[in-house]
């Protein structure tokens, strides 16, 4: 028989999601291939990245960089957030980038307002096309762009992740384990304001033992495992997310950019949660942790796999004792 | 109660055994006792259900509130130590006051709000309680998490990330233009161009560290200087820019060094504008605008539930209290009840007991006085019955026993008279022997204490040994010095060496055969050590065992003969003192001659280097000599002495790195200087010189290294110390010098302080050291001591007087330089007996430019002063012929002239000037022999006191018109 409490609680939770699922699921912001105006944003951007791509290229070749090849991280996903997502991140890395070459920053673009449609993706694509532009002309490098060819139907968001990680190659300071650390923690805050819902729930569980020895792919697995445990969460509220299979993945050749990619993948669906849930307090801004090694990342992670289940408990109604739910993979079962 | 029935009754009582009674009696009582227990158990049960609901209920919520506050309050406290002090214990403490307080006590609070006490619980406070928290320990976990890393100081992030890899590219461009430069060829304007890229080089690494600067927490203090240094780097970076000297490569660097500069200086700009932002340390802000006033809301929230559950316990406690004063109220009526039903009971119980025991009673005291002469009726069958009938068996038979004792007894006393008069008899005689026995030993005890007495008084040893050398009696003995145990019966050899045993015993048949009396001295082994005795040994006319014996006295005289040496060593000082301090006199007359012609010689000898040579060596002969001079006099305690009220331990620590460096490294310098030392009257100098003088010897000691001590103390003589010295009792400032060196022997010691006496070898030391330090002692009041052993080390003790007068430092007159020393026409009267001598002055003073005066006596003196106009200054020998000497001289003039200035010379200063051996206040002395030099520096400074006195209003100390 179920406790008075917990029925309660549970008919709160329902509702509260339910809420934000209909919402969602009445604006899910899928590839809108139906309509012209969306199929003109997708060529549209796919243009703009077709474009980014020759310039990269060829800013590549001036540099004297190796050609990066591709690699299949186990990500598939069109949705238009999880591409905004990656857009924001090759927005970040041109932009330092730049700074590499001209010792300038430049203000971030404006974050969209509402939820994130294809749209918003192409002013994010452009700005970084401009920085790109900037660093070359810096370089004094001829603008040789063609014009714009037929548009492209590829995969966005595979497009996008393959000019990051040729991007990050380009770098002086590429993308560390410092940086993943920094959205880890994000994840975090992110977390924590969900879990703030459940009375009873530990917001931020207690930090898993540091384990040395740790590389990228060990971090990828745990970062894999919460974006897993979110898709489970977003299947039990019944909206749209991205997909996984990392059955053809080469874990050998991950770095830590493209850990980084899966890390701010998580951030994207958490930010969107917080939006639908309507929660007015945002997570802390995470800051610059110094020098960081995959292991304490992947110790960091470990908390957010903590939030993660107990998030997942309260979405699928089939908490036993929530604190007991409170605990990453490391204390269930043996390190890998 | 009807009286038929109640007697009835009491029969009927009578007759159950006494043992039931009793029972019956008990158990009547223990009945209404239980039931008295029973209402009181019944009353205490609802103040049980009282206090049980306060205990299990009230209580716990009240802890758990507290609690909470409590934990609350700890992780405050434990976060700020953490974010403050970056020390691993306080992040423990945090999480601990969560784990351990804060969580547990809300886990109870929820325990008892929601199964316990749910209606009386606030459950939607309780829950805001939950919220509060959670919101609080969410922030405090992300300032702990941000507290030291770089990124809380954004400031800093963006100096890390933008401005050290834009401060590198700015240096290696730098160096680049530097080296361009460096090959270049050129000239002068090459070179100028060379220093301003170094100043450049200079004002931009100088700006780099300004900007570090700027990071810390007052860094903002920097921000004028860092914008003063950026203008000067971009104003020489803009003048290199448009020098015509650049080569190509260097003018491509420059351009780039001045687009990486603005790109410096915009990040420098935002490295400042974060930096002066209220907010620029995150953690902190975050506590104090988030975490501070959600731990606020905690505090109060539980502080209003901690009161809610503590006015909840009041309550239960009043009513718990009411519930318990009724139930005393109760139980003590119910006592008072039992009391009176319990009393009334073992009264009738008692009467009817103790009744019959009074008649039994009342029957005992007649039959102790012999009144009871029949049976007492026996009234009931129980054991009160059984008793009366022994009592009346025990009677008959008591009666007839008391027949028989009264005939028996009659008997007895007349057996007893007859003894009595029989024993009386005996006592008188008896009597009368012990009083004779008495009166006999008193007389003989009388007689031991006197003899006792007698030999007590006595000092000596006193002893009869007969003429076989065996101790026949020993009628007083010192065990201090023969601790030997009983002599008597043994034998001298048995006792003593052989050869004092035969030096005894020849003594004793001396004076058996010539029966006079025997007188020797002799020194004997003892237990204190060697000591010397005087013995008499007399014949007697008794005879022990049938053999001849002698009485022996023999007296303790090492004190005497202790005396006796340091009398003999004394004299030996003085006389060799007096013997020293004679020829350093005449010797100091002879060198001030010999000094005094040299000197002229010297001078007049300038233009013959060879000469002059010769002159100079022999002045420094003569020098030596002077000094010799000066020590002998030292030791004969005719030095003069500047004395003054001096403190040891300034001057031993104002010596300390002096010694250690005359020491060397192998040499430990260790103080133990008493703290509230007295001062003590002595020339200073002439103490450091002597202190000098014991820490070289120490040295010379300790050739292996070792260890230095020096003490000082306040310490007292006693006279019986001063008797074995030769030294007043009384209170003295004690100086020890102690080393761990080779030690003397006793021999050496001995002759320690005769002048010329040295261990070392010829040439190696003067022999004057110790006898210069024996001389400053004794001149000075005081008393030197050396304990040595060898192999162990040695000890020397300064003793000096003490002085109440306080240590000031001594004025040092200025001083007055070679060349200076020449007179302005003054006058000086010289008064010399010795005309060489006088020669030498009157021709040095002339030499300085001085009109001179000469007299070889006081009384020519006297005239001279009559006569002459103006004499400036007097300078004379203390020793003069006649009745007048230099120092009455000088005080004859003074009374006539006040303020004439006096400068006294002498061979040495055994005169009434000195008194003690101590410069008087005022007088000026120059010892002979002196230089020409030395003779015009007293003089300029005699003089030239003299002229600045001159200032005052009163006469002209000097003017004898």
């Known amino acids: 028989m179920i406790p008075w409490r917990t029925y309660l609680k549970r008919t709160l939770l329902i509702t509260a999601l339910s809420v934000g699922a209909t919402y969602a699921a009445t604006d899910a912001p899928a590839i809108p291939s139906s309509t012209e105006s969306s199929q003109e944003t997708v060529a549209a951007i796919s243009r703009q990245m077709e474009v980014f791509g020759r310039d990269l290229e060829q800013l590549r070749l001036f540099m004297g960089v190796a050609k990066v090849s591709d690699l299949d991280i186990g990500i598939r996903s069109a949705i238009p957030r999880d591409v905004y997502f990656q857009a924001l991140t090759l927005w970040q890395k041109t932009d330092r980038l730049k700074f590499e070459i001209m010792r300038a920053h430049t203000p971030p673009p404006p974050a969209p307002v509402g939820d994130i449609a294809m749209q918003d993706l192409l002013p994010t694509l452009q700005q970084a096309h401009r920085l790109l532009r900037q660093a070359m002309d810096e370089l004094r490098m001829a603008d040789e762009t063609e014009a714009a060819p037929t548009p492209l139907a590829t995969d966005l968001f595979t497009a996008i992740l393959n000019l990051n990680r040729q991007l990050d190659s380009m770098l002086e300071r590429h993308f560390a384990p410092s940086d993943v650390y920094i959205e880890v923690t994000l994840a975090i805050g992110y977390a924590a304001r969900l879990l703030a819902r459940y009375p009873d729930t530990i917001r931020i569980p207690a930090e898993p033992a540091f384990e040395p020895n740790k590389q990228p792919s060990d971090v990828y697995r745990r970062l894999i495992a919460c974006l897993q445990s979110i898709t489970r969460i ?91 739910r409170a605990r990453h993979e490391s204390a269930a079962a043996p390190t890998r | 109660m009807n009286p038929l029935l109640r007697r009835r009754a009491e029969r009927k009582l009578q007759q159950r055994p006494l043992g039931r009674q009793l029972l019956l009696s008990h158990l009547s009582v223990a009945a209404v006792g239980l039931g008295i227990l029973c209402i009181a158990l019944i009353s205490t049960f609802e103040l049980r259900a009282r206090v049980h609901l306060l205990a299990n209920e009230g209580v716990p919520l009240m802890q758990a509130s507290s609690q909470v506050l409590a934990g609350v309050q700890h992780s405050l406290s434990s976060l700020r130590g953490w974010v403050s002090l970056n020390d691993q214990k306080f992040l423990n403490d945090w999480q601990a006051a969560w784990r351990e307080d804060i969580q547990p006590a809300l886990a109870l609070l929820n325990q008892e709000c929601r199964q316990v006490l749910e209606q009386a619980c606030d459950l939607q406070r309780l829950h805001h309680l939950e919220t509060l928290l959670a919101d609080l320990q969410e922030s405090q976990w992300w300032v702990q998490d941000i507290a030291h890393t770089p990124g809380n100081d954004p400031a800093r992030v963006v100096y890390l990330l933008d401005v050290e890899p834009s401060a590198d590219k700015l240096n290696s461009v730098i160096a680049a233009l530097l080296q361009e430069e460096t090959g270049q060829d050129g000239g002068s304007e090459r070179k100028i161009l060379l220093a301003r890229l170094a100043e450049l080089q200079n004002a931009f690494a100088t700006m780099r560290l300004l900007l570090r600067e700027i990071l810390g927490n007052n860094g903002l203090n920097y921000e004028d200087q860092f914008h003063q240094c950026l203008e000067q780097t971009a104003a020489i970076a803009a003048q290199l820019a448009v020098s015509p000297l650049l080569t190509t490569e260097q003018a491509r660097l420059l351009n780039l060094l001045r687009v990486e500069l603005r790109a410096f200086a915009q990040f420098a700009q935002e490295v400042i504008r974060i930096r002066r932002s209220p907010n620029w340390n995150i953690a902190m802000r975050t506590l104090a605008q988030e975490t501070d006033p959600l731990a606020n809301q905690v505090i109060a929230l539980a502080s209003a539930l901690a009161t809610d559950s503590r006015i909840r316990l009041e309550r239960e406690a009043e009513a718990a209290s009411a519930a318990s004063s009724m139930t005393v109220g109760n139980l003590m009526v119910l006592i008072f009840t039992m009391l009176a039903v319990a009393y009334i009971l073992s009264k009738q119980r008692a009467e009817s007991l103790a009744r019959p025991l009074t008649v039994l009673s009342k029957a005992t005291r007649r039959l102790t006085d012999g009144r009871l002469h029949e049976d007492i009726p026996v009234e009931s069958s129980d054991e009160i019955g059984e008793l009366t009938r022994s009592f009346n068996t025990m009677r008959a038979s008591m009666q007839q026993a008391h027949a028989e004792l009264r005939e028996a007894n009659i008997l007895l006393e007349q057996r007893v008279g007859e003894r009595t008069a029989q024993l009386a008899t005996t006592n008188d005689s008896l009597t009368l022997e012990i009083a004779e026995h008495q009166q006999t030993e008193k007389a003989l005890r009388d007689s031991e204490a006197r003899l006792l007495a007698m030999t007590k008084a006595i000092p000596d040893l006193v002893f009869v040994v ?48 010539t029966q006079r009396i025997q007188i020797a001295e002799y020194e004997l082994a003892t237990p204190s050590g060697l000591r010397w005795f005087e013995s008499r040994t007399a014949p007697l006319e008794v005879q022990f065992d049938a053999k001849s014996a002698a009485i022996v006295v023999a007296r303790d005289i090492t004190q005497r003969k202790q005396s006796e040496a340091q009398l003999r060593q004394a004299q030996k000082m003085q006389a060799i003192g007096q013997l020293t301090g004679g020829i350093a006199h005449d010797f100091n007359n002879l060198l001030a001659i010999i000094m005094g012609n040299l000197e002229l010689l010297h001078e007049q000898l300038t233009a013959q280097p060879r000469l002059h040579q010769l002159t100079q060596q022999a002045l420094k002969a003569v020098d030596r000599g002077a000094n010799l001079s000066r020590r002998l006099l030292a030791f004969a305690r005719r030095q003069p002495l500047l004395a003054q009220p001096t403190d040891l331990n300034q001057r031993v620590l104002g010596m300390l790195d002096l010694l250690r460096r005359t020491l060397g490294a192998t040499i430990q310098i260790d103080t133990i200087l008493a703290a509230d030392l007295e001062q003590t009257l002595i020339d200073p100098d002439q103490f450091e010189n002597a202190l000098l003088n014991l820490v070289i010897n120490a040295r010379n000691a300790m050739p292996q290294g070792g260890r230095l001590t020096l003490e000082t103390a306040n310490v007292r003589l006693d006279a019986g110390y001063a008797a074995h010295e030769e030294v007043q009792p009384g209170s003295y400032v004690m100086l020890a010098v102690s080393d761990t060196g ?194 015009g520096k007293k003089l300029r400074m005699l003089l030239g006191g003299a002229k600045s006195g001159m200032d005052d209003p009163g006469p002209p100390p000097s003017s004898l018109i």
Do not use: W
């Open chain 1, 234 to 324: 977003f299947q039990a509220l019944e909206l749209p997310v991205l997909t996984i299979d990392t059955s053809r993945t080469d874990m050998a050749h991950l770095t830590p950019n493209d850990v980084f990619v899966v890390a701010s993948l998580i951030v994207s669906q958490l930010d969107f949660l917080h939006k639908r849930l309507d929660i007015a307090k945002p997570p802390p801004q995470s800051a610059y942790p110094g020098l960081k090694f995959p292991a304490h990342t992947y110790q960091r992670a470990g908390i957010l796999q903590a939030q993660l289940e107990q998030l997942e408990c309260h979405a699928a109604f089939h908490c036993p004792t929530t604190p007991e």
């Open chain 2, 742 to 935: 080779t030690g003397m022997t006793p021999e050496v010691l001995e002759r320690v302080f005769e002048p010329f006496f040295t261990t070392k070898e010829t040439g190696k030391g003067s022999g004057l050291g110790l006898s210069m330090v024996y001389g400053l002692v004794k001149q000075s009041g005081g008393h030197i001591t050396i304990y040595s052993e060898p192999g162990q080390g040695t000890t020397v003790r300064l003793y000096l007087p003490p002085t109440s007068s306080a240590a000031t430092p001594a004025a040092e007159p200025p001083p007055v330089a070679d060349s200076a020393i020449q007179g302005q026409g003054e006058t000086i009267l010289v008064v010399e007996d010795d005309a060489d001598v006088r020669l030498f002055a009157v021709n040095a003073l002339h030499g300085m430019g001085y009109e001179v005066q000469q007299a070889g006596d006081a009384e020519t003196a006297i005239r001279l002063l009559e006569t002459m106009p103006r004499i400036d200054l007097l300078f004379t020998d203390i020793v003069l012929p006649g009745e007048m000497d230099g120092v009455r001289l000088a005080a004859e003039a003074q009374r006539r002239y006040p303020g004439l200035r006096v400068l006294f010379t002498s061979g040495y200063t055994e005169h009434a000037l000195i008194g003690s051996g101590q410069i008087a206040e005022g007088v000026d002395v120059l010892a002979k022999p002196y230089r020409k030099v030395e003779l």
């Open chain 2, 466 to 513: 007969d003429e076989d050398g065996r101790y026949c009696e020993i009628l007083a003995a010192r065990r201090d010095q023969i601790a030997i145990g009983p002599l008597r019966g043994k034998f001298l050899n048995q006792v003593h060496p052989p050869e004092m045993a035969e030096f005894f015993l020849d003594i004793i048949r001396r004076a058996l055969a």
